[in-house]
């Protein structure tokens, strides 16, 4: 019921910025709950950012907070990661994840999430 398409990826130079997007259609995307998620090569995907359904509250993994910034504007069903000061251990590719009914428990999990889009590569040269 969910469809996701990621956009924005590319290469930056370390202390750089980079703005990921994600195009969201199907049910209202202000009750949905979306998420980023990053997996490098040989690694498993892991949380990155997440905003809660209704309220809009944001989480953070702790390697990102205060360098990361998720938001939405439910009004053009988007959901944004604006990614600040990048380091090359962000190289990855980006997933942006939805969940109509996710449990606060599974907010971190890849296993929470119902949709996901295609990915986005993300490359911070050193």
């Known amino acids: 019921q969910v469809q996701l398409v990621e956009s924005g990826g590319g290469l930056v130079q370390a202390g750089g910025s980079l703005t990921l997007s994600c195009a969201a259609s199907?049910?209202?995307?202000?009750?949905?709950?979306m998420g980023w998620f990053r997996q490098a090569p040989g690694k498993e995907r892991e949380f990155v950012a997440a905003s809660w359904r209704t309220s809009g509250y944001t989480y953070y993994a702790d390697s990102v907070k205060g360098r990361f910034t998720i938001s939405r504007d439910n009004a053009k069903s988007t959901l944004s990661l604006q990614m600040n000061n990048l380091k090359p251990e962000d190289t990855a590719v980006y997933y942006c994840?939805?969940?109509?009914?996710?449990?606060?428990?599974?907010?971190?999990?890849?296993?929470?999430?119902?949709?996901w889009g295609q990915g986005t590569q993300v490359t911070v040269s050193s």
């Open positions: 994840a939805a969940d109509q009914s996710i449990i606060l428990s599974n907010l971190r999990s890849v296993k929470g999430y119902d949709y």
């Open positions: 199907g049910r209202t995307l202000s009750r949905v709950t």
